[in-house]
């Protein structure tokens, strides 16, 4: 399966945000409001699935970035991992399904990020 985001690529670790949860009085973080954008408008690149994907795969991610700057391969594979389980293209992310990302890479594209 081929399907491209045709979005410049989020993380979900930078800037995040610390609430408090009202009733109980404790803390826990949210992701930054850029990636629950993101999150939020990759919606629409999904590809359909008849049912969320529960096998063994390689998932082999090329991100166009605007820029040279640095970043971090893990954390855009972990966005990317956990919106395909938010859109349920992945029944989960652990080891037991995503398995590999091999070829993946990224790729300084300022024209077309």
């Known amino acids: 399966m081929n399907f491209t985001i045709n979005l410049k690529p989020v993380t979900k670790k930078n ?4 609430a408090k949860n009202n009733k109980t009085g404790h803390y ?4 930054s409001k850029a990636y629950e954008k993101y999150e939020k408008e990759c919606k629409s690149y999904m590809p359909n699935v008849e049912s969320p994907i ?3 795969v390689n998932i082999k991610a090329i ?9 971090d391969l893990i954390n855009l594979h972990e966005a990317l991992h ?27 594209d300022k024209w077309n990020p």
């Open 82 to 108: 956990d919106i395909l389980v938010h859109y349920h293209v992945l029944a989960d992310d652990s080891s037991n399904i995503v398995v590999s990302t091999d070829g993946s890479r990224v790729v300084v």
């Open 54 to 56: 529960d096998y063994p």
């Open 63 to 71: 991100y166009h970035m605007p820029t040279s700057r640095k970043v």
């Open 15 to 18: 800037s995040q945000r610390i």
């Open 28 to 31: 826990f973080v949210l992701p």
